[in-house]
Every structure is written in C-alpha cells, then in structure tokens.
C-alpha cells in the first residue's frame, strides 16, 4: 500500500488561515479593543506582542509557500535510494520550524511578563499611603486600575497570540509530516 501525497494544498489552507487570522484582527480592531488594549497597556509589552506576532505570521506565511512549492515538486525530483537522504530533508525542514517555536514560547513569557510588571504597578501606590482619606484611596484605586489593565492585557495578548502562532506552526508540522511519511513510503516501494 502507498501513502498518496497529502496536503497538496497548503498554501491554500495557509491562505485561509491567514485570511482568518486578518479578519479577527481586523473585528478586534473594528470593536475597539485593540485601542483599549494598546491604550490601557503602559508598558508597551502588548504592542511588542503583537508587532512580534505579526512578523512570525510573515515568517510563518514564507515557509508554508516554500513547503508547499515543494510537496507541488517532489515527483519530479529524485530523493535516491537513501534513507539518510529523507532523514536529512526532515532535519533540515522541520530545523526551519524552530524558530517560530522559540517565538510562540517568547510571546508567552512576554505576556507573563507583562503581569509580573502590572502586578508591580499595581502595588507600587499602595507605598504612598499615609492617611485614610477618601480622595486618596480614590486616587489609589485608580493607579491600581492601571496596573491590574497592564497585567490582564499583556497576559490576555500574550496567550491568544501565543496559540494563535501554535495553531500555524502545527499546520506546517503536519504537512510536513505527511510529505516524510510519502517519500519514505515512496523510497520503500521502489526498492
């Protein structure tokens, strides 16, 4: 029995994805809280979040366009009659995956980061009081606000981005997985 070549539409499933991806940011945006959370976030950590995913996107978008060109071409090329030669082509397609890996991770910390930092913002008035007064502990509160905003958001941004570039990554493993599995499948068949 020989695997049939899969996913032989991979940049039209990375399309959609991408496509899916523009509107939710563009509702997001279209809804306002993209602003409130660029606005609300004194850090800037949530803006570097998402500034930092789009460019993996970009990244992400660029490999599934090369993998796709070539699970498009490998019946026309000659992998050999060595399983070392597949091994190494998994090695060196999958080591192109590793960085957005490293990314999804960096965006992760980045937002827990963020509520390290908002928590600390958060506390610092809490040092200032020196008397019970009302105008105080209004103003106190609000200061709190803004630090609780810091921690909720970059966190918030840090874990939707984070799954978001999780998901992608994962549809490229996955056809690359079925391109190995097709030309080791491929090689045992011709032997």
């Keep these: 029995m020989v ?17 899916i991806i523009l509107f939710l940011f563009y509702l997001v945006y279209d809804l306002g809280v993209l602003s409130l959370i660029i606005d609300s976030d004194k850090s ?56 957005g890996y490293m ?29 019970f007064d009302t105008q105080i502990i209004q103003q106190l509160l609000s200061k709190m606000s803004g630090g609780m905003a810091v921690a909720l958001y970059t966190t918030l941004t840090g874990l939707i981005t984070s799954i978001f570039l999780r998901l992608q990554y994962f549809l490229l493993d996955s056809s690359l997985t079925s391109l190995i599995n097709y030309l080791s499948s491929k090689l045992l068949h011709e032997e």
């Design 3 to 19: 695997i049939e070549k899969t996913n032989k539409y991979l940049f039209l499933k990375s399309s959609m994805v991408l496509g």
């Design 44 to 99: 800037r950590i949530s803006l570097a979040i998402l500034v930092i995913y789009f460019c993996a996107t970009i990244h992400w978008y660029i490999l599934s366009i090369a993998l796709s060109k070539q699970i498009d071409a490998i019946d026309s090329v000659s992998i050999g009659k060595d399983i070392k030669t597949i091994s190494l082509m998994e090695d060196d397609l999958s080591n192109k995956h590793a960085l």
């Design 103 to 131: 990314i999804v991770d960096i965006l992760l910390k980045l937002g827990l980061t963020g509520t390290v930092i908002g928590f600390i913002l958060m506390l610092l008035p809490i040092g200032e009081i020196k008397d």
